[in-house]
């Protein structure tokens, strides 16, 4: 005979808080400044079954550049981002375990060390886009259909709208691939 534990709602959102915070300390200090400078930085961590928002953690203002090192702009909530919210929405739908997502600058050096690191990537081709709909949720969406890899990568048409996106079932998983990332492009030029 087994024994199920159920895990309560508040405990369960208290635990997303405690695992994206570590992961969120793991990331100040080996993170690579150049991922999240002058970009909308960020990591989401969602409840199991989450449907808006409110059922996502992550920092309320990113992740920001100060004195040349990566730092959270205030402490992990839930319903902090709203865009970090819908990446992390986007992929549950395709894959409910993926319950982690993070957004880092795009750059074409980036883009070709995270294809040597051996993640499953997608680029974005937004030549099938359908108007009216949010290139942020279509992006996912049209890289999904097999499953979520573990980076997207969004060109975006302007450099402002460029962005990378990482995906995993916590974060830990995520901050691993970052710290991974920022390791290899110590002596590269972005």
């Known amino acids: 005979m087994y024994l199920t534990v159920m895990i309560g709602p508040e405990q369960q ?3 997303v808080l405690s695992r994206l915070s570590q992961a969120v300390s793991l990331l100040e200090e080996s993170m690579d400044f150049r991922l999240a400078d002058g970009v909308p930085a960020n990591i989401g961590y969602a409840i199991s079954g989450a449907r808006d928002g409110t059922g996502i953690a992550s920092i309320p203002g990113g992740l920001v550049v100060r004195g040349g090192r990566v730092h959270a702009a205030g402490s992990c909530g839930f319903g902090a981002d709203d ?3 819908r990446i992390v929405l986007s992929a549950m739908k395709f894959d409910p375990e993926m ?4 957004t880092i600058r795009y750059s074409g050096r980036i883009q070709n060390v995270l294809d040597n690191m051996f993640l499953e990537c997608c680029t974005v081709d937004r030549r099938g886009q359908a108007p009216g709909i949010s290139t942020m949720d279509w992006g996912v969406a049209s890289c999904c259909k ?5 980076a997207i990568v969004d060109p ?3 450099p402002d709208a460029a962005a990378i996106y990482l995906f995993g079932e916590g974060p830990g998983d995520v901050a691993g691939n970052i710290i991974m990332l920022s390791n290899r492009i110590i002596r590269i030029e972005l």
């Open 99 to 102: 319950r982690c997502a993070a």
């Open 83 to 85: 865009g970090i919210a």
């Open 156 to 158: 975006g048409v302007s």
């Open 146 to 150: 097999d499953g979520v890899p573990e």
């Open 13 to 15: 959102r208290n635990e």
